[in-house]
C-alpha cells in the first residue's frame, strides 16, 4: 500500500449503498437462519472443506483474533497509522457484537446439536455461544476498517482483505466450531463494525494519526501485550504456535521501526 492510497484530509468514500450492504446480506442469509438446509449443509461444508490441510483452517482461524490482526497490520504505525486507527476502532465494536449476540442467541453450537460422529473438529472442542462467530467478525471489520480507509480508486486492489476474511469465517465452520449461519450473520455484524470503525477513524484530528502522535504511541505500546498473547496463549490450536511466534517477531520488528521513525519525527520538530 502507497501512501498515495491514503486521503488524511477528505472523508472516506462510504456510500449509502456501502451501509446497506451488511443488511443486504442478513436477509440473503435468511434461508441459513431458519435452518432451512441443516444439518446437511453443516455437514457437507464440513467434510469437504476437510480436504484441505488442517493447518490451512486453523491458520485462518487465527487471522479472526484482534491479536493477530493487529500483528499482521503493523507495518501501518509507522507507514500509514490511519489503517490501522481505523481498525482499533472497529475493534471495541466487533467485541461488543460478539458478546452481545452470543449472549442474546445463546445457541448451540454443532458438537452440542449434533454430537461428535460425523463431525470433523479441529482444536479445542466447543459447544455452546454459536451465534454470531466472534473470529468472523473480526476478520470482516479488519478487512472492512482498512478497506474503507484506502483512497477510493485504490481499492480494488486491495479486495483480497475480503477473501481473507471469507476464508477465516470458512474456517469456522471447517474447524467444526460454527455453523453456516453464525459465519454469514458474522460477517454481516463485522462489514458494519468495520465501516464504522473507518467513519470514526476520520472523525479524529489528522495529527493524531501520524507517526509521532501520543495517540499512535499508545496504539503501539498496544502491540507490546498483542505480542505478549502470541507468545503464550494457544488460543485453542496448538498446532499454530510456531506461527504465532513468528507473528510476534514479525510484530515486534514493526515497533521497532515505528520507534525509530516516531523518536526521529520528535527530534526533527
Known sequence: MSASSLSSHSPPAIRPIHWVTPAVLLMLSLPLWLRWYEPGLFYALNRYLGLLPDLTWTLLSLLGTGWAIFAFSSPALWHQPRLIMSWLCAAPLAGLATRSGKSFFFSPRPLEALGPEGIRVIGEPLYVAAMPSGHTITAFAGAAAIYFSLAPETRRRHLWLFGLALGVALSRVAVGAHWPADVAVGAALGLWCGLSGAWLSHKLPGRWQ???????????????????????????????????????AFLGANLLVFARRSWSRNSVS
Open 210 to 248: 501520524q507517526v509521532d502522535s501520543w495517540l499512535t504511541r499508545a496504539l503501539a505500546l498496544l502491540g507490546f501485550y498483542s505480542a505478549y498473547v502470541l507468545l503464550s496463549d494457544e488460543m485453542g490450536f496448538v498446532q499454530n504456535l510456531p506461527f504465532q511466534y513468528l507473528l510476534a
